[in-house]
T-cell receptor, first 111, second 114 residues
């Protein structure tokens, strides 16, 4: 079993839709949770970062962490074609910089 | 532009050969990470160096080795290459040894083993 599970999709939505992306994990020692966005032929770039449980909002993006359920989510409101990319969840323990990534979910937002 | 530079961008080689991938971290970053990305495995952590010293190791094969030089650039050496080594290899850097999670990734080196 992988430490971090993420549905690879692909996920296709119309422009303006609300998108929900999710990851589950098995290691209760994970304390820091991130979402990275990766465009085709590019390196991943950090989108959202959350420490422990709770919500964080940044513009159209909201990240949620539920440590009791070992479940994290990323919501994208009013999705745009420019949001079409692969979204990777990532997490790490407190005493290391090493990130463990999910498989990535490919999202396509159709105009 | 993340500030992390990787060369070469593309590399095609044959089984049994050896290649070296190079990474220059962002200015001021002391940690360098290497990741392998394949379609079936996703992004897999290989190894981390901090200021020239190995700090963490993932499921890196014995045929693979890395080092970080005094000028902080890093090289990943892949030897006795197999078809299954074909993948995107990413380098990332960060300021500290265990940071807030802000890893800055380069654009990757695409390795094709024929």
């Amino acid at each position: 079993q992988k430490e971090v599970e993420q549905d690879p999709g692909p996920l296709s939505v119309p422009e303006g839709a609300i998108v929900s992306l999710n990851c589950t994990y098995s290691n209760s020692a994970f304390q820091y949770f991130m979402w990275y966005r990766q465009y085709s032929r590019k390196g991943p770039e950090l989108l959202m970062y959350t420490y422990s449980s709770g919500n964080k909002e940044d513009g159209r993006f909201t990240a949620q962490v539920d440590k009791s359920s070992k479940y994290i989510s990323l919501f994208i409101r009013d999705s745009q074609p420019s949001d079409s990319a692969t979204y990777l969840c990532a997490m790490r323990r407190s005493n290391t910089g090493k990130l463990i990534f999910g498989q990535g979910t490919t999202l396509q937002v159709k105009p | 532009d993340s500030g992390v530079t990787q060369t070469p961008k593309h590399l095609i080689t044959a089984t049994g050969q050896r290649v070296t991938l190079r990474c220059s971290p962002r200015s001021g970053d002391l940690s360098v990470y290497w990741y392998q990305q394949s379609l079936d495995q996703g992004l897999q952590f290989l190894i981390q160096y901090y200021n020239g010293e190995e700090r963490a190791k993932g499921n890196i094969l014995e045929r693979f080795s890395a080092q970080q030089f005094p000028d902080l650039h890093s090289e990943l050496n892949l030897s006795s290459l197999e078809l299954g080594d074909s993948a995107l290899y990413f380098c990332a850097s960060s300021a500290g040894v265990s940071n807030t999670g802000e890893l800055f990734f380069g654009e990757g080196s695409r390795l094709t083993v024929l």
